[in-house]
């Protein structure tokens, strides 16, 4: 069973769901206008990145110092952000029996006149956890770095955030799907296997309870016609982060029903490129093998695996070809390329403002600013 709503909800939900079609691309001057993360991504002392780059295994004290990073930093600069944990234990092959905990971190920003059950949501995803072998693994592209990009994305978005939402409410505005947008990070636990074979028990832990939980979830009710029946359903676009910051990477589109999104995020890094924004100068760009298929796909298992069997809208961020330091040693920070890492927080922000629809709130230096669609 693939979806998991009866076909005609799926359909009305279809429609409902891709108002952001519509959305009006960045300037060159807002692109221009996207700060690159510099010294706060550095891997040696960078307050996001350096304090991830630990062992993160579930139940161990590593996992707990990414968690009160995560804490700490939303707590500290991002106050209007609200924070969740999304708790779950399970044994795994390594732990004689016993449970182990696993965190899901989400952090979400809604507009503040919505009800619980109204936004939809942008949803950011990377994991957190650290593979259990080999011993002293580290994980830096797998995925301390894409963790730390969300984390700068945050902070780029929140100041436009902000004044979209305390415009719109000033206007007494808000209600319909597009005014009705907000956007959430999810760091995950428990992605990796504990035993030396992959498999759907032993992987994906935080991930599957996750979706487990939101598919099952139900908002409360509400006249709204567009409201969404659960948690699941307002996730508008799950756009996942995994295996990034080395160099040169290579990232395919590989499902159909978000080419669109692709090609969004492609068009964005041409443009940054050829404006001189981005740092790197990889052989090609980062996202011009738009001709993955699922066939080619269907061998990666990833974080999104139990929320697209539920009929979530997956965006797969990960290099066709994994890096050569994957699942090794190498994988640390001194390995990361960091003009890579940091022209992938500088991609992903603006794609994430575009999103949001930024433009409305974006004063241009000269010219005239267009009108505000909900005046
Ligand atoms: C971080 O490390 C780099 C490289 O060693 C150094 O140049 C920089 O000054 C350091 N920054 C801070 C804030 O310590
Ligand atoms: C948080 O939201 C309130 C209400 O909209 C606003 O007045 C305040 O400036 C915001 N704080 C930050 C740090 O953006
Ligand atoms: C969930 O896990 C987090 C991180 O370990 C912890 O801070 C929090 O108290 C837990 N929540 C519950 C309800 O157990
Ligand atoms: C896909 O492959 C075709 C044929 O090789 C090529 O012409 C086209 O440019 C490719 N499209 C993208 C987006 O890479
Ligand atoms: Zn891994």
Redesign the pocket.
């Known amino acids: 069973m693939f979806f998991s709503l009866p076909p005609s909800i799926s359909l009305l939900s279809f429609l409902l769901l891709h108002p952001t079609h519509a959305y009006k691309p960045l300037s060159n001057t807002f692109l221009r206008a996207i700060p690159s993360p510099g010294a706060d991504i550095d891997w040696r002392n960078g307050s996001l990145l350096a304090p991830l780059l630990v062992p993160r295994v579930p139940g161990t004290p590593g996992q707990?110092t990414a968690?009160h990073h995560f804490v700490n930093y939303f707590q500290t600069e991002l106050p209007n952000w609200s924070l969740e944990?999304q708790?779950s234990s399970s044994r795994t092959p390594v732990s004689g029996g016993a449970e182990l905990?696993f965190?899901n971190f989400i952090a979400k920003r809604e507009p503040p006149w919505v009800k619980p059950g109204q936004a939809n949501l942008l949803t950011l995803v990377a994991h957190y956890d650290s593979k259990y072998q080999p011993e002293g693994f580290i994980g830096a592209i797998d995925s301390a770095a894409p963790c730390a990009m969300l984390m700068y994305v945050a902070r780029v978005v929140d100041a436009y955030v902000q004044r979209m939402y305390d415009e719109m409410q000033a206007l007494d505005e808000g209600g319909t799907v597009e005014m009705d947008m907000g956007v959430q990070i999810l760091f995950l636990d428990g992605e990796e296997a504990f035993g030396e074979e992959w498999n759907d028990e032993d992987s994906l832990y935080g991930a599957r309870a996750l979706a487990q939980q939101w598919s099952t979830s139900k908002n409360p009710a509400s006249a709204k016609f567009y409201n969404y029946r659960t948690p699941l359903n307002q996730i508008s676009l799950f756009l996942l982060l995994d295996l990034l910051g080395a160099a040169n990477p290579s990232i395919p589109s590989y499902f159909p029903t978000t080419h669109w999104a692709y090609l969004a995020l492609s068009n964005i890094e041409a443009r940054m490129r050829s404006l001189d924004l981005l740092e790197s100068s990889p052989a090609q760009s980062f996202l011009s093998d738009g001709n993955g298929t699922v066939g080619a796909h269907a061998q990666i298992s990833d974080d999104h695996l139990p929320f697209i069997s539920k009929g979530v809208d997956v965006l797969h961020v990960i290099p066709r070809d994994f890096p050569s330091v994957w699942h090794t040693l190498d994988d640390d920070g001194a390995h990361l390329d960091m003009s890579t890492v940091r022209d992938w927080g500088k991609i992903v922000a603006a794609f994430a403002l575009e999103w949001l629809d930024m433009m409305e709130v974006w004063d241009e230096p000269e010219g005239t600013r267009q009108q505000k669609r909900w005046s």
């Open positions: 707990a968690q944990w708790n905990p965190a």
